[in-house]
């Protein structure tokens, strides 16, 4: 792979796009917890799709922001999103890219594109979390000047996960 796009969406990008990318990322999160040992039924990605649709405008201006990552060929390589945890903050949810489009720095630039966007919408600071066996974020957040929480933050999946707490990794950076 060469060149990969990085594209903020106005709207909501074709869904069978975002559903792909997204499919993928929740199989990896479910092979990843069930190694922790936590009991993840297999209709999981599909809930987690579900869920995501039910409420999409989170994540799409004013309230926050979808970036997707493009290969030349079109296909959809990574995403991430943003949406708006309180008046000065935003939370970066969802940061996947492929297989294929690992080691390109493409990681990096969805979170870069994502900061950008919090600035325009005058956030002060990103929040972020991670699970233990997540090492890329856990390594790729601190390259980027974030730092890790030695206390929990409340972030949406601390709130709404609370089994996964204890492998939870916490991190922010002020814009």
Same mark, same amino acid.
């Given at each position: 792979?060469?060149?990969v796009t &990085?594209?903020?969406?106005?709207?909501?990008?074709?869904?069978?796009d975002?559903?792909?990318?997204?499919?993928?990322?929740?199989?990896?999160? +479910? @092979?990843?917890?069930?190694?922790m040992?936590?009991? &993840?039924?297999?209709?999981?990605p599909?809930?987690?799709?579900?869920?995501?649709w039910?409420a999409?405008?989170a994540y799409?201006p004013?309230?926050g922001?979808? +970036?997707?990552?493009r290969?030349?060929d079109?296909?959809? @390589? %990574?995403?991430?999103?943003?949406?708006?945890?309180?008046d *000065?903050?935003?939370?970066?949810?969802? +940061?996947?890219?492929?297989?294929?489009?690992?080691?390109?720095?493409? %990681?990096?630039?969805?979170?870069? *594109?994502?900061?950008?966007v919090?600035?325009?919408? %005058?956030?002060?600071?990103?929040?972020a979390?991670?699970?233990t /066996?997540? &090492?890329?974020?856990?390594?790729?957040?601190?390259?980027? %000047?974030?730092v890790?929480?030695? +206390?929990?933050? *409340?972030?949406?999946?601390?709130?709404?996960? /609370?089994?996964?707490?204890?492998?939870?990794?916490?991190?922010?950076?002020?814009?």
């Amino acid at each position: 792979m060469t060149n990969v796009t &990085i594209e903020v969406c106005k709207s909501l990008p074709p869904r069978q796009d975002l559903n792909g990318i997204l499919k993928e990322y929740y199989d990896l999160i +479910v @092979v990843r917890m069930q190694a922790m040992g936590f009991d &993840i039924p297999l209709s999981a990605p599909e809930s987690a799709l579900a869920e995501f649709w039910a409420a999409p405008d989170a994540y799409l201006p004013p309230n926050g922001c979808l +970036v997707i990552a493009r290969a030349d060929d079109g296909e959809v @390589v %990574g995403c991430g999103m943003m949406k708006r945890f309180d008046d *000065e903050t935003g939370e970066l949810k969802r +940061v996947f890219v492929t297989e294929k489009a690992r080691g390109t720095g493409t %990681g990096r630039a969805l979170i870069e *594109e994502r900061e950008k966007v919090a600035r325009d919408m %005058g956030l002060k600071r990103l929040i972020a979390d991670t699970l233990t /066996p997540n &090492i890329e974020m856990r390594s790729l957040y601190p390259k980027l %000047g974030f730092v890790e929480s030695d +206390v929990p933050i *409340e972030t949406t999946s601390y709130k709404d996960q /609370p089994m996964l707490r204890e492998q939870m990794h916490f991190f922010s950076k002020m814009l």
